[in-house]
């Protein structure tokens, strides 16, 4: 979907400009994204295969949930408008904890450039698998993987097509913000 995104300058200040996704992708425009890292209260993380009909890294395990902001919302109303979409899940802005704004300036062969911040959130799950429904056009599948597991994809970040290798620090960062809320 091409919908709408503002425009923010490379300090991630919003500048008044909204653009087509398919544009600001095009002219490598700055702008912000919704990360929302679901765990449970057993240290457990949920992680999200992307649908291989995506352009870019498609069949990536990797964040719970992610989406653009779109023109004229807030980081917390993308990342529930994004959990319900890709996954199915209500939540309330309350149970978003933020850790963070990360800068996230990628250029892809097929000549995409995708210059986001990435506003993340940590958030705690109860709902089990078997309960979440996939939007296909994004997701491919879920699983939970143990903490343990979580900081050995990170070491051997890249295997078995986990996780993007330069943002090695953000996931770090995600996990250690969720060891302390499951410790």
Same mark, same amino acid.
């Given at each position: ?8 300058? *490379?300090?991630?200040?919003? %500048?008044?400009?909204?653009?087509? *996704?398919?544009?600001?992708?095009? *002219?490598?425009?700055?702008?912000? !994204? ?5 765990? =449970? ?10 649908? /291989?009909?995506? !352009? ?17 919302? =807030? ?31 990628? !250029?892809?062969?097929? +000549? ?7 506003? %993340? ?5 109860? $709902?089990?698998?078997?309960?979440? %429904? ?10 939970? $993987? %143990?903490?343990? /597991? ?7 970040? +890249? ?8 943002? *090695? /620090? ?14």
């Amino acid at each position: 979907m091409d919908e709408y995104i503002d425009i923010v300058d *490379k300090q991630g200040n919003p %500048t008044g400009k909204s653009e087509l *996704k398919s544009i600001v992708h095009q *002219k490598g425009y700055f702008h912000h !994204t919704s990360h929302v890292w679901f765990y =449970t209260k057993n240290g457990e993380v949920l992680l999200s295969q992307r649908s /291989a009909k995506k !352009t870019i890294c498609p069949l990536m395990w990797d964040v719970s949930v992610a989406g653009h902001i779109d023109a004229g919302e =807030t980081p917390k109303q993308a990342a529930i408008r994004e959990a319900e979409e890709e996954i199915g899940l209500i939540i309330s802005e309350n149970k978003l904890q933020s850790i963070g704004v990360f800068e996230c300036f990628q !250029t892809y062969d097929n +000549g995409m450039v995708d210059n986001e911040f990435h506003n %993340t959130f940590i958030a705690e799950i109860s $709902v089990p698998l078997s309960k979440l %429904t996939l939007q296909e056009e994004e997701v491919e599948a879920l699983k939970f $993987v %143990t903490l343990d /597991a979580f900081k050995k994809l990170i070491k051997n970040i +890249g295997e078995d097509n986990h996780f993007v290798p330069s943002n *090695k /620090a953000y996931y770090e960062l995600v996990w250690q913000n969720i060891i302390k809320k499951t410790a």
